[in-house]
């Protein structure tokens, strides 16, 4: 049982350039999301699904993209970096329904644009 | 909107001392409450949380918080520090929505 799991764990992109970052899990949760954390800022919610199929924005979705076509898995794209957008991303998934808010992270990926 | 607060983004505890870490809430109606700890390059794990069964709970490595309602509080504490809580704690309220607000976190260093 790996719990939520993120790839790649460390990238360097230059600005204008794209990336998808992978998120899963194989608790059978329902929900999924992806935070962004900066020192002081505690973490934000960038978008995230209550269901397969399903996608939501959250508190600064600009820039970001997200599908969940499988389950398991939720995918945060980024069409064309910024050095704003340099940040820790992290994943979390939850049960949904009686523990909705309790949520497992993933490690982690620190992305750097420069 | 949901709003939670820390106080202090920093706080150095000697080991085998009370370790106190502040947290309040902006909420109208009692949210279900959450802390987590993020030790260096990992994710969040779920230390403890409140969802009105119990306004004082225990959590996992001998921390505990209590809810005051009067007080929109839910501070956590372990009363002797050891070196292994050295990390960056934060506090969540969950509401409406199926999400979690965070605040602004604080990093704990113990000193020997």
């Known amino acids: 049982n790996a719990g939520v799991t993120q790839t790649p764990k460390f990238r360097v992109l230059k600005t204008g350039q794209s990336m998808t970052l992978l998120c899963a899990q194989d608790?059978?949760?329902?929900?999924m999301y992806w935070y962004r954390q900066d020192p002081g800022m505690g973490l934000r919610l960038i978008h995230y699904s209550v269901g397969e199929g399903t996608t939501a924005k959250g508190e600064v979705p600009d820039g970001y993209n997200v599908s969940r076509l499988k389950k398991q898995n939720f995918l945060l794209g980024l069409e064309s970096a910024a050095p704003s957008q340099t940040s820790v991303y992290f994943c979390?998934?939850?049960?949904?329904?009686?523990?909705?808010?309790?949520?497992?992270f993933g490690p982690g990926t620190r992305l750097t644009v420069t | 909107a949901q709003s939670v607060t820390q106080l202090g983004s920093h706080v150095s505890v000697s080991e085998g001392a009370l370790v106190l870490l502040r947290c309040n809430y902006s909420?109208?109606?009692?949210?279900?409450l959450f802390w987590y700890v993020q030790y260096p390059n990992q994710g969040l794990q779920l230390l403890l949380k409140y969802t009105s069964a119990a306004t004082l709970v225990k959590g996992i490595n001998g921390f505990e918080a209590e809810f005051k309602k009067s007080e929109t509080s839910f501070h956590l504490t372990k009363p002797s520090a050891h070196m292994s809580d050295a990390a960056e704690y934060f506090c969540?309220?969950?509401?409406?929505?199926?999400?979690?607000?965070f605040g602004g976190g604080t990093r704990v260093l113990v000193k020997p």
């Open positions: 909420s109208s109606v009692p949210p279900y």
């Open positions: 608790m059978n949760h329902e929900y």
């Open positions: 979390a998934s939850s049960y949904g329904a009686v523990s909705i808010y309790e949520q497992y």
């Open positions: 969540a309220a969950g509401a409406a929505g199926n999400k979690l607000t």
